[in-house]
């Protein structure tokens, strides 16, 4: 890319500066599952990615600016404004899996929230609720509370990042049942922008940063089958690994499974075909 400098990688992402304003994010087909990259790569995972968050970025600026400037041509790469990056990642909960399942067995709370008893495994929520996590640069990031959270953004701006990120939560949820698939829960990551304004970043609503269920199979207490990389996570845990690098290799049906069911989210939720979009990038902004 000669027009970019390469400055720094992620476990699925590649980073780029454009220059003193903007940066170029490139979503690759790497996979990760318990922060750990696997060596097998999902065929078109990158554009969904990025097609998928881009479709999102422009029917959510009215809830909150984001850092999104374009899509180039190739699908996988975004062109987004340089923002200060909060230290913390937002976790919203409509159901009652996950970590946060682990969680409430073990202390009948999730992230400082005190939930009904008597729950089962991927019940909805009486009301979505906000759970912050470090960002852990290299392993798991864990769960906090929120007055950890407001140790580390302030107050004012905690309660503004909670207040923003359900209502996206709710926003993106109701399009999604229409379309039959349940977003149980979704991470966000937030930045400011020099003015200070609190702007949506990274990506928004996809696959890797949500859990997507299909609702004509959704059946509360037990796990779920999804569009998302549980199914990646399902069979590495099936082999017993220790989730330590490195991580197995997947085989060829785990890999045409997983592009599939990123594929068909991508479909259902933004009414357009993949191909479409492989052809016209810009379809999902319009």
Request: proline share 5%.
């Amino acid at each position: 890319m000669p027009d970019a400098v390469h400055v720094g990688s992620g476990k699925v992402r590649e980073l780029y500066a454009l220059d003193d304003e903007r940066l170029l994010l490139v979503a690759s087909d790497r996979i990760s599952v318990f922060d750990v990259v696997l060596p097998t790569e999902i065929p078109d995972k990158g554009r969904v990615l990025t097609g998928l968050s881009a479709f999102w970025f422009a029917r959510t600026k009215e809830i909150c600016a984001n850092h999104l400037l374009g899509v180039r041509d190739d699908g996988r790469s975004t062109e987004c404004r340089r923002l200060e990056m909060l230290p913390i990642e937002v976790v919203v909960r409509g159901y009652i899996t996950g970590s946060g399942w682990k969680d409430y067995g073990a202390t009948g709370q999730v992230s400082g929230h005190r939930l009904p008893e008597g729950l089962s495994e991927s019940e909805q929520l009486p009301e979505p609720i906000f759970t912050p996590s470090t960002k852990a640069h290299e392993g798991h990031d864990e769960n906090i509370t929120r007055d950890q959270a407001a140790g580390l953004v302030g107050a004012e701006r905690l309660g503004e990042v909670e207040r923003v990120a359900i209502e996206l939560y709710r926003f993106a949820s109701e399009h999604a049942a229409e379309r039959g698939i349940i977003i149980a829960d979704t991470k966000f990551e937030f930045g400011l922008d020099e003015a200070g304004a609190l702007m949506l970043a990274d990506e928004a609503f996809t696959p890797d940063s949500s859990r997507f269920w299909p609702a004509e199979e959704y059946a509360p207490g037990q796990a779920q089958a999804s569009f998302d990389k549980q199914f990646v996570r399902d069979y590495a845990e099936s082999l017993g690994w220790d989730k330590a690098a490195p991580g197995p290799e997947l085989p060829v049906d785990v890999v045409s499974g997983t592009r599939a069911r990123y594929l068909e989210a991508f479909e259902r939720l933004t009414g357009i075909s993949f191909d479409s979009y492989a052809d016209d990038p810009e379809a999902v902004s319009r």
